[in-house]
């Protein structure tokens, strides 16, 4: 139900911007069709999520092995989104501040409702999106999670940062999400404490969740074979599917 209001929201917000532009209104046109990117940038980043948690084949172009190690990226088109989010909110929150401002943005049929709308609401979307945008510029690029034959190193955003050694690794089981709730079910975490801390988030990896999950399970109940991730054994693993167990097929 939210994915279909949000869908709604673009068309609306794109529909705005055609009549604009056929109008004669160009600011107002680029302030409609920013915000149009903005909400279609908020489902892409939704879609992603959703298609690295239920990946049934690995993708393969998020990983390589480095340094006698198997280095695991996060995606890079959540990167890409998390800047061009912030970048088209700021733009079309300026574009419609300035067009109020200007007198071609006429508000005045909302004024009487039970919240109307004020000109510096468009000033504060500019405002943070501006800042969203400067803190994601100099934000560095998220750490991969790298596998070594004697620990993993975790990189942010995806948990605990810092190596952990496979001896320490007490459990690796899928997190309960609300299935109910495709927000919610996107979220795609792994216990790996004895409690639910502390936990990985999968969801953001390259590889794909259902993957990185067998990946770790698999060398972590398999300790003689951990000097695999060191060479180009692992990706044969994750090309073929024999991490799967048939033990825990089912899990």
């Known amino acids: 139900m939210g ?22 209104s160009v600011v107002v046109a680029v302030a409609a069709a920013s915000g149009a990117a903005g909400v279609a940038l908020l489902l892409l980043s939704e879609e992603l999520r959703w298609m690295r948690t239920g990946a049934t084949r690995p993708d393969l172009r998020g990983v390589r092995i480095a340094g006698a ?19 088209a909110f700021a733009l079309g929150g300026a ?7 200007s007198g071609e943005l006429d508000l005045s049929f909302v ?3 039970p919240r109307p709308v004020s000109p510096f609401t468009f000033l504060a979307v500019a405002v943070t999106g501006a800042v969203g945008l400067v803190w994601e510029m100099v934000r ?5 999670l790298v596998l070594t ?8 955003r995806l948990g605990p940062r810092g190596a952990i050694a496979w001896t320490d690794l007490e459990r690796t089981e899928p997190m309960p999400t609300d299935v109910g709730r495709r ?15 502390p936990r990985l988030r999968l969801n953001v990896v390259r590889l794909g969740a259902p993957t990185t999950f067998w990946l770790l399970d698999f ?15 692992v990706l044969r693993r994750l090309r073929d599917g024999s991490l799967v167990d048939d033990g825990r097929a089912d899990v």
């Not at 927000?183 to 801390?197: K, P, Q, S, T, V």
């Open 111 to 113: 004024q009487h409702s």
């Open 219 to 233: 060398y972590r109940r398999h300790p003689e074979l951990r000097d695999e991730l060191a060479d180009a054994r």
């Open 3 to 24: 994915r279909v209001f949000w869908a709604v929201v673009c068309s609306i917000f794109a529909g705005a911007s055609v009549m604009s532009a056929f109008g004669g």
């Open 149 to 156: 034959p004697h620990a993993l190193v975790v990189g942010k």
């Open 95 to 101: 574009g419609a501040f300035y067009a109020v401002c």
């Open 183 to 197: 927000r919610r079910g996107a979220d795609a975490w792994l216990a790996i404490g004895a409690d639910e801390e």
């Open 69 to 87: 190690a198997l280095v695991i990226r996060v995606d890079d088109r959540e990167r890409a989104v998390d800047i061009a989010l912030p970048a």
């Open 140 to 144: 560095r690029r998220p750490d991969p």
